[in-house]
């Protein structure tokens, strides 16, 4: 199936984002992120590594020695100062392939994840992508060149498989990356709740800000389900055949407790968490969060 990633950026969406800022509430790396108004011109500093020339890239960047020895375009990054550098993380696990709707977890995820990287970019900062199913599976490092929006789309995989292990994939970023950033993290957050935490918890230790869209679709907090049925598990977990009305109120307290105790431990320890449900139109849903993070650094 082909991965037809320019549909995850429908113009309407694009024309609101690009006048809205992400504002990050942190200081990071020396700078106080979000709310910059001019755009980063950086500079150089020290050389860092060679890669591939990408469409757009300046082309007064594009090494000519190398070019003249190898026939292929190459250009020289350095260590540069920069306002931000981001990583949207994206579970691509079975689980977020559910949908009671018209849309998936999964699907609702890439669209937020696109727009974040666009709205990013748009402001000169740099941008990675991360997608996790059993730890990470495939990592896109952070630049700042506006081309690289296409190569981060690209990374959006088709689908969801595999089960979810949130928790290696957060420790393993953790060790990973090095200089302080933000991390955005798209997630149905359905693993070991104690895992996620401290996975969590590790990069608020690394000093990175944290902001987690906990994506949800509404039948799985609202359990609407009538009639007997058999459910199940989409990550291997078996099945189960009961009478809804029988468990209903067990399981809408369950999951509240489940989710309140995310969204309390998030926020005692600095980390930014809001739940989304597939059924609010994703890109109302993120201004609203835009405005409200606006707000807060007013």
Request: with cysteine.
């Amino acid at each position: 199936m082909r991965n037809d990633f320019k549909r995850y950026l429908r113009p309407e969406v694009v024309s609101r984002l690009g006048r809205t800022e992400l504002v990050a509430r942190l200081v990071v790396e020396g700078f106080l992120t979000g709310l910059h108004r001019s755009p980063y011109h950086g500079f150089s500093v020290e050389f860092a590594e060679y890669r591939p020339y990408l469409p757009g890239d300046p082309l007064r960047d594009v090494d000519w020695k190398v070019y003249g020895k190898t026939d292929r375009l190459y250009v020289k990054e350095y260590e540069e100062e920069t306002n931000l550098k981001a990583y949207v993380l994206l579970d691509g696990s079975n689980s977020m392939g559910f949908a009671s709707g018209e849309v998936t977890k999964f699907e609702y995820s890439k669209y937020l994840a696109a727009s974040l990287c666009y709205l990013l970019l748009k402001q000169r900062d740099a941008v990675g992508l991360v997608v996790f199913r059993e730890g990470v599976t495939s990592y896109l490092p952070p630049r700042s060149v506006p081309s690289y929006l296409y190569e981060l789309l690209r990374g959006l995989p088709p689908s969801p498989r595999g089960r979810t292990q949130l928790g290696p994939a957060l420790h393993s970023l953790a060790e990973r990356v090095t200089k302080r950033g933000l991390v955005v993290v798209l997630s149905d957050l359905m693993d070991d709740p104690d895992e996620v935490l401290a996975g969590l918890k590790h990069l608020r230790h690394r000093k990175h800000e944290i902001i987690v869209f906990h994506i949800l679709d509404p039948a799985e907090l609202s359990f609407p389900f009538q009639e007997p049925a058999t459910f199940r598990g989409m990550e291997g977990e078996g099945e189960v055949s009961l009478e809804p009305w029988h468990v209903k109120e067990d399981y809408r307290r369950m999951v509240s407790d489940w989710v309140g105790r995310l969204e309390g431990e998030c926020r005692e320890h600095g980390i930014d968490y809001t739940l989304l449900r597939t059924s609010d139109p994703y890109d109302v849903a993120l201004l609203r969060y835009l405005a409200r993070r606006r707000a807060m650094a007013s």
